[in-house]
Structure formats: C-alpha cells, structure tokens
T-cell receptor, first 114, second 113 residues
Framework: DTGVSQDPRHKITKRGQNVTFRCDPISEHNRLYWYRQTLGQGPEFLTYFQNEAQLEKSRLLSDRFSAERPKGSFSTLEIQRTEQGDSAMYLC????????????FGQGTRLTVV | AQTVTQSQPEMSVQEAETVTLSCTYDTSESDYYLFWYKQPPSRQMILVIRQEAYKQQNATENRFSVNFQKAAKSFSLKISDSQLGDAAMYFCASSNSGYALNFGKGTSLLVTP
C-alpha cells in the first residue's frame, strides 16, 4: 500500500464551475477525513466518514460542498458553483478507528478558482 | 469545542542545536489526545509525536519530545540535535477520542547550517 492518494494534485477552474476531488485511503482504514487548508493556516476540518457512513457534515463550509464514500472505500468531495474563496488545498486523511490512532494524510489537491 | 494556539509563526535553529515549539490548547473534554504533525514543503503531513491526555509521562520519539503540562493546557515540542531535514511547518493538533483533528496555525521552522 502506497498511502493515501489524492487526485488531481492541482485543479484550476473558472468561477461557477463544479469540481470533484477523489481520495483513496489506506485500504484497511475505516475512517476518512476531509480538511481544507488555506495559505498560512492550519488544516480546517470539513467532514469525516466511518466506513460508508458520513458521521459529521455540519462543518462543511456551505451547501455547495458535499462528500461521499460509496462502499466505504474511496471518497469524493464536490464543490458546486465554485467561488474564488474556495481556492485552497484540500487534504484527505485516513485512519483506523480510535482516539490516538495516527491519521495518514495525502498530498492534497490544490484548487485555484479564477 | 477545542481550540489550539501556536504563538510562534516562525522559529529558527542552527543545525545540531535544540529548539522548542510552543502550543496551548483549550478543551472541556476530559479524554483527549494531542499531536504534533510536520508538513515539509510540497509534501504530505506526517505525524511526529502524540500524547494521550490521561498519561502523565511525556512522550518521546528519538530526537523529538514533548512537555505536556495538563493544568496549564500546554503542549510544547522539543527537537534535539536539529537536522536540515527538520525544516518544515509544524502543526499542533488535538482531538477527542477519535474525532477529527483541530489544528493550530502552525510554526515554520528554519534550520540553518
């Protein structure tokens, strides 16, 4: 297993377009997290899944943001009607269940909205 | 809600010297975990060290150790014998029993030869 994989690594889109990012977690990990990181800030939690169940989505930034994890494997994060303020690095992480378990991060998808 | 504060935006250390990065946190939970993550430029974030709040003993991982002061809600990271490869952004984070991580704003560490 090569770790958490995110695709694409970079995405440039025009304002108003929809974008979708994919995250492939480490195969045995049942938890999957999405974070957003803007310049000069730490990652900000968006949502997470345990297997296929989305256990927390109130921290998604607006109703333009949605995430899925069908069959508890890979996950997608979609942003509809992108705005310039959505420009950021979107990070995915996965872990086993447990309070102190290590979260493994992907390299992120850098979104630029022009 | 948990908040994490890192008051040092940038720190600098000479190779082979020791540096301490500061972190304070605020939580109403009795069961929580604390972490330091390292984010090298253009590379993914990796875990440096973790601490369970119920453990009084400070965690250590090779050249990395923490000073966990529970009453003061302080969780500093000490890097001994600093190496050029230690240069990165360092993020302090907390979590409640498997919930998501809450990160501070980070400290940029520069290591000079």
């Amino acid at each position: 297993d090569t770790g958490v994989s995110q695709d694409p690594r970079h995405k440039i889109t025009k304002r108003g377009q929809n974008v979708t990012f994919r995250c492939d977690p480490i195969s045995e990990h049942n938890r999957l997290y999405w974070y957003r990181q803007t310049l000069g800030q730490g990652p900000e939690f968006l949502t997470y899944f345990q297997n296929e169940a989305q256990l927390e989505k109130s921290r998604l930034l607006s109703d333009r943001f949605s995430a899925e994890r069908p069959k508890g494997s890979f996950s997608t994060l979609e942003i509809q009607r992108t705005e310039q303020g959505d420009s950021a690095m979107y990070l995915c992480a996965s872990s086993l269940w447990g309070g102190d378990t290590e979260a493994f991060f992907g390299q992120g998808t850098r979104l630029t909205v022009v | 809600a948990q908040t994490v504060t890192q008051s040092q935006p940038e720190m600098s250390v000479q190779e082979a010297e020791t540096v301490t990065l500061s972190c304070t946190y605020d939580t109403s939970e009795s069961d929580y975990y604390l972490f330091w993550y390292k984010q090298p430029p253009s590379r993914q974030m990796i875990l440096v060290i973790r601490q369970e709040a119920y453990k009084q003993q400070n965690a250590t991982e090779n050249r990395f150790s923490v000073n966990f002061q529970k009453a003061a809600k302080s969780f500093s990271l000490k890097i001994s014998d600093s190496q050029l490869g230690d240069a990165a952004m360092y993020f302090c984070a907390s979590s409640n029993s498997g919930y998501a991580l809450n990160f501070g704003k980070g400290t940029s560490l520069l290591v000079t030869p």
